[in-house]
């Protein structure tokens, strides 16, 4: 008994204060994989049972709400495309650098961290797609986290929601900047140090500021859902609800920054 | 008598791995919070149906398996399990005349052990951590654990394997 506790103390120890164990990190987690992939079973099953048993009047109704934001988008991008060219014109009389394009790819979530105090997930991307610690990650709506841990072929994604994750943002009404930290909660950020004079208030978007060099800039974070002044704290207490679906996303999006590229490709040149 | 203790190795060595992807399975975030300890249950299973083949480092084991599936900090559910499976040795003697109610009172209290040593653990080695303690594991482990004393003790009776632990109260 005392042996195995001496043991597992050891190992504690042993991961924490140094970094001995990260060689070993890799193949246990492809180890793990499977098992994940058994897990989130009932949940695919679910979901396949949804997605092919479905009523002909659900199906039509579908078609008819995708037809109408199609067109909707369209529309949208048609003032889009004049809008990008005149960005680009302005920013050329500017003498300023072109804003460039990120691009993405697409992965599936295949685990969640079984321990509810830590906000991590696993996805299908690693090494083999060129996947590097750091990277943001995006789901439809917004930021959803960013990659700590890169395996052969998956990763593990802390998201913007853990406690000891935090992000510089800044309001896009007025570009105010602030940090927003997680709590351990999926539905709920927080802003740090916010003084009471600040030009904030509910319903303002946030969107990554893009210091800090981990995000990229301009991905919606969240919207301020309250603001109060706590009596006898000099900062404000700024609440925020994640754009990012952070429980519910399954197809994600881990963004390859458009400067880090260009990086790359110098390097590449040398 | 070899090959049975081999049969009952195997058997343990399954459920465990049950108990995992159970305690793997993706829920909803509050749901999450109410899931019982399923691999420390069947620890405990086996720890009460056969002492002499499942002992401590019987739950250490499972402990470390179930670390290197969670991926955070390694030998952090070993030593608690560990030292669970120790102090369900302190009250062996007794457990032989426990009902199944008794047992669960004792799995409430030792899932709640559990928690704490866990959460102490990660205070100590997660730098800045702040998370909370919550007793709903304890009570639904609790909850649970005279059905899977009842499904086990079938199951197993059907396998042929010997002895079963009590199941009335």
């Known amino acids: ?270 | 008598m070899q090959e049975s203790s081999l049969l009952t190795y195997l058997w343990s060595g399954g459920s465990v791995v049950i108990g995992l992807l159970l305690q793997l399975i993706p829920l909803s975030s509050t749901a999450v919070l109410w899931r019982p300890q399923f691999v420390l249950l069947i620890v405990f299973y086996w720890l009460f149906r056969s002492p002499f083949l499942h002992g401590v480092m019987f739950a250490w084991f499972s402990g470390l398996l179930l670390d290197i599936f969670v991926g955070e900090l390694l030998g952090r559910h070993a030593i608690v399990f560990a030292l669970c499976a120790y102090l369900i040795r302190l009250v062996q003697q007794r457990l032989h005349h426990f009902g199944v109610l008794h047992q669960a009172m004792l799995v409430l209290f030792m899932v709640l052990v559990s928690q704490l040593l866990l959460h102490s653990i990660t205070l100590i080695f997660r730098v800045g951590w702040e998370g909370s303690l919550s007793i709903a594991p304890a009570i639904t482990s609790a909850i649970i654990w005279p059905f899977l004393v009842f499904f086990a003790n079938r199951l197993l009776k059907t396998q042929g394997l010997g002895q079963s632990i009590s199941s009335g109260s």
Request: aromatic content about 6%; glycine content about 8%.
């Open chain 1, 1 to 270: 008994m005392l042996l195995l506790a001496l043991v597992a103390l050891l190992l504690l120890l042993v991961d924490t204060y140094t970094r001995w164990l990260e060689p070993v990190r890799p193949w246990l987690a492809e180890l793990t994989t499977p098992i994940y992939w058994v897990s989130s079973l009932p949940k695919r099953i679910g979901e396949l049972g949804d997605e092919t048993v479905v009523s002909r009047a659900d199906l039509e109704a579908e078609i008819s709400r995708q037809k109408t934001q199609l067109f909707i988008l369209k529309g949208r991008m048609q003032r889009m495309a004049e809008l990008a060219a005149e960005n680009v014109r302005l920013r050329n009389l500017l003498n300023a650098t072109e804003l460039l394009q990120d691009s993405v790819l697409v992965s599936e979530l295949i685990g969640v961290s079984p321990d509810p105090s830590r906000h991590t997930i696993i996805v299908n991307r690693g090494e083999d797609h060129d996947v590097f610690v750091g990277q943001a990650v995006l789901d439809a709506d917004g930021l959803m986290g960013q990659v700590v841990e890169v395996y052969h072929s998956s990763s593990k994604v802390l998201l913007i929601s853990d406690s000891s994750h935090a992000l510089p943002v800044q309001v896009l009404r007025n570009g105010v900047r602030s940090i927003a930290e997680g709590m351990g909660d999926h539905k709920r950020l927080t802003l740090r140090f916010v003084t009471p004079t600040t030009d904030i208030k509910v319903g303002d978007q946030l969107v990554s500021s893009g210091l800090g060099g981990r995000y990229p800039l301009g991905y919606p974070v969240g919207t301020v859902t309250s603001v109060d002044m706590v009596s006898g704290n000099p900062y404000l207490k700024v609440e925020l609800e994640p754009s990012a679906r952070i429980d519910r996303s399954r197809y994600l999006l881990l963004v390859f920054s458009a400067v880090e590229q260009l990086g790359k490709d110098t390097d590449a040149g040398k």
